[in-house]
């Protein structure tokens, strides 16, 4: 007889079946995904011991920073080669679209033509920022015509605020136009898309560890890679010196503008946006989403590992399991997108639900930290102390585009919040499986780690090397 929750006993759970549930986020319960705000006590001890006194550490580097903002005042050149390579191999890769909207259509208008291939790179949710007097941001998009060889070349920006578009003889005007271009990434990646990978999974972490017996496979799968995340979810959500708060006295907080405008960021990651193409309303995803460059080949040759690795182990999972059934329902009331229990035994959907969570919070989201965190502060700036552009701008000495409080705080941003923390690595994980045939599964996956691991390396792709991965959202 199938075991269900008349046959067992609070024991056989991990917080007795009183762990930790989401909830509408009472920040904004409509517009952001649900929110775990009652953790377990044993949780917020393991992450203060071992990510929450990082922090407090760290802060002590804060005079050093300020010393480097000194030295090193104002904004580096970005040529117009580094300015398409930041684009086009790293995590902001991520923004390039080839679906171009009605929108980008008409503001591009005159540089399309009808026989090529383009992408735009559409930095628009910038415009809900509200910015601190005397910094500027503006809302971008930028065309990219794709060659033959599927390398691409930037063709022009749009900038918002000014409602200007602008190419490489502009002079002064593009060169100003590209730091727009470049802050809104920072800001989209840091506080529109990549939020994406943390939040709307929390519940699954949640609901995982409070539904599922101890010694259910599913429960084992996912169990290993929920360590720490949501004590610093909660953290970055609610606590009062979030890096969300901008509060002028944190010396890490590097943001243009005020916290409500920040937080709207999030909503737009979250909510999409309506008639934009590049900001679909969030769902679930079956796997990595496209991402047009090396950083998605990256990306999608870890997820294959991942997924074979799953198949098969649920493959001895029942297709009527009980448990799995109880999960998915209440986890797609949280998750958009989620199967529900009715559909998660149909197709692939289960595979495909536990593969994306496992590779999400793993490689999905430790190589975004990595790979942002090693940016040039001083060529992706977060704050720009001079107007967006309009055609015939005279540009200001970039050594005071930014200043060195600017610069200082997104030093300490780096260190604290945007590089990778990797406590717990994903090539040691152990699921503690007792059967042979999962422990050789299990021990076959990490073969395969290792192996891709290696082959991007030897292609120039490792974006992150493999001992950094980890295991869990720990940053």
Same mark, same amino acid.
């Given at each position: 007889?199938?075991?269900?929750?008349?046959?067992?006993?609070?024991?056989?759970?991990? $917080?007795?079946?009183?762990? &930790?549930?989401?909830?509408?986020?009472?920040?904004? &319960?409509?517009?952001?995904?649900?929110?775990?705000?009652?953790?377990?006590?044993?949780?917020?001890?393991?992450?203060?011991? =071992?990510?929450?006194?990082?922090?407090?550490?760290?802060?002590? $580097?804060?005079?050093?920073?300020?010393?480097?903002?000194?030295?090193? &005042?104002?904004?580096?050149?970005?040529? /117009?080669?580094?300015?398409?390579?930041?684009? #086009?191999?790293?995590?902001?890769?991520?923004?390039?679209?080839?679906?171009?909207? #009605?929108?980008?259509? %008409?503001?591009?208008?005159? =540089?399309?033509?009808?026989?090529?291939? @383009?992408?735009?790179?559409?930095?628009? &949710?910038?415009?809900?920022?509200?910015? =601190?007097?005397?910094?500027?941001?503006?809302?971008?998009?930028?065309?990219?015509?794709?060659?033959?060889?599927?390398?691409?070349?930037?063709?022009?920006?749009?900038?918002?605020?000014?409602?200007?578009? +602008?190419?490489?003889?502009?002079?002064?005007?593009?060169?100003?136009?590209?730091?727009?271009?470049?802050?809104?990434?920072?800001? *989209?990646?840091?506080?529109?898309?990549?939020?994406?990978?943390?939040?709307?999974?929390?519940?699954?972490?949640?609901?995982?560890?409070? *539904?599922?017996?101890?010694?259910?496979?599913?429960?084992?799968?996912?169990?290993?890679?929920?360590?720490?995340?949501?004590?610093?979810?909660?953290?970055?959500?609610?606590?009062?010196?979030?890096?969300?708060?901008?509060?002028?006295?944190? *010396?890490?907080?590097? @943001?243009?503008?005020?916290?409500?405008?920040?937080? !709207?960021?999030?909503? #737009?990651?979250?909510?999409?946006?309506?008639?934009?193409?590049?900001?679909?309303? +969030?769902?679930?995803?079956?796997?990595?989403?496209?991402?047009?460059?090396?950083?998605? #080949?990256?990306? /999608?040759?870890?997820?294959?590992?991942?997924?074979?690795?799953?198949?098969?182990?649920?493959?001895?999972?029942?297709?009527?399991? @009980? =448990?799995?059934? *109880?999960?998915?329902?209440?986890?797609?009331?949280?998750?958009?997108?989620?199967?529900?229990?009715?559909?998660?035994? %149909?197709? /692939?959907?289960?595979?495909?639900?536990?593969?994306?969570?496992?590779?999400?919070?793993?490689?999905?989201?430790?190589?975004?930290?990595?790979?942002?965190?090693?940016?040039?502060?001083?060529?992706?700036?977060?704050?720009?102390?001079?107007?967006?552009?309009?055609?015939?701008? %005279?540009?200001?000495?970039?050594?005071?585009?930014?200043?060195?409080? /600017?610069?200082?705080?997104?030093?300490?941003?780096?260190?604290? +919040?945007?590089?990778?923390?990797?406590?717990?690595?994903?090539?040691?994980?152990?699921?503690?499986?007792?059967?042979?045939?999962?422990?050789?599964? !299990?021990?076959?996956?990490?073969?395969?780690?290792?192996?891709?691991?290696?082959?991007? %390396?030897?292609?120039?792709?490792?974006?992150?090397?493999? !001992?950094?991965?980890?295991?869990?959202?720990?940053?």
């Amino acid at each position: 007889m199938q075991k269900n929750y008349q046959t067992t006993k609070p024991s056989d759970f991990l $917080y007795e079946r009183m762990g &930790p549930w989401p909830q509408p986020s009472p920040a904004h &319960p409509i517009g952001e995904s649900a929110a775990v705000v009652h953790l377990p006590l044993k949780e917020r001890i393991d992450w203060w011991i =071992f990510i929450g006194s990082r922090y407090m550490l760290t802060l002590f $580097y804060a005079p050093v920073a300020y010393l480097r903002g000194i030295i090193h &005042p104002g904004l580096k050149e970005v040529s /117009d080669s580094d300015f398409l390579d930041m684009i #086009e191999n790293s995590m902001l890769s991520k923004f390039i679209c080839d679906r171009l909207d #009605e929108t980008d259509k %008409k503001i591009f208008a005159k =540089f399309i033509s009808e026989n090529s291939q @383009y992408a735009v790179v559409d930095l628009e &949710p910038v415009k809900v920022v509200k910015t =601190f007097e005397g910094i500027y941001a503006s809302g971008t998009k930028t065309l990219l015509k794709k060659d033959a060889f599927n390398k691409y070349s930037v063709v022009a920006i749009w900038v918002e605020k000014t409602n200007s578009l +602008f190419v490489q003889s502009d002079g002064d005007a593009w060169e100003l136009a590209k730091y727009f271009v470049l802050q809104g990434g920072a800001l *989209c990646a840091t506080l529109v898309i990549h939020p994406l990978l943390h939040f709307p999974f929390d519940a699954i972490n949640a609901i995982t560890k409070t *539904c599922l017996p101890k010694d259910h496979l599913l429960f084992k799968l996912i169990y290993a890679h929920t360590r720490f995340t949501l004590p610093l979810e909660n953290a970055v959500l609610t606590f009062k010196t979030s890096l969300l708060q901008a509060k002028w006295w944190m *010396c890490y907080a590097p @943001y243009p503008g005020e916290k409500e405008g920040l937080r !709207e960021l999030l909503v #737009e990651g979250y909510m999409g946006i309506n008639n934009n193409t590049s900001y679909p309303k +969030f769902s679930y995803p079956k796997r990595p989403i496209t991402v047009h460059s090396k950083y998605g #080949e990256f990306q /999608d040759a870890y997820y294959e590992v991942f997924r074979k690795f799953v198949a098969s182990v649920i493959s001895d999972i029942a297709p009527d399991d @009980y =448990f799995v059934k *109880c999960w998915a329902n209440w986890i797609s009331q949280f998750v958009p997108g989620f199967p529900n229990g009715d559909e998660v035994f %149909k197709d /692939d959907n289960l595979l495909n639900a536990v593969s994306y969570y496992m590779w999400n919070v793993s490689v999905g989201h430790t190589v975004d930290h990595y790979n942002y965190g090693r940016m040039d502060h001083r060529k992706i700036p977060l704050r720009l102390r001079q107007a967006p552009p309009v055609k015939g701008v %005279k540009m200001i000495d970039r050594s005071k585009l930014t200043t060195f409080f /600017d610069n200082a705080k997104y030093i300490m941003a780096q260190i604290l +919040f945007f590089d990778s923390t990797t406590v717990t690595s994903i090539i040691d994980i152990e699921y503690n499986f007792e059967k042979a045939n999962h422990l050789q599964a !299990e021990r076959t996956f990490k073969d395969e780690l290792k192996v891709v691991d290696q082959k991007m %390396k030897a292609q120039n792709m490792q974006y992150i090397p493999l !001992e950094k991965i980890a295991r869990s959202i720990q940053s």
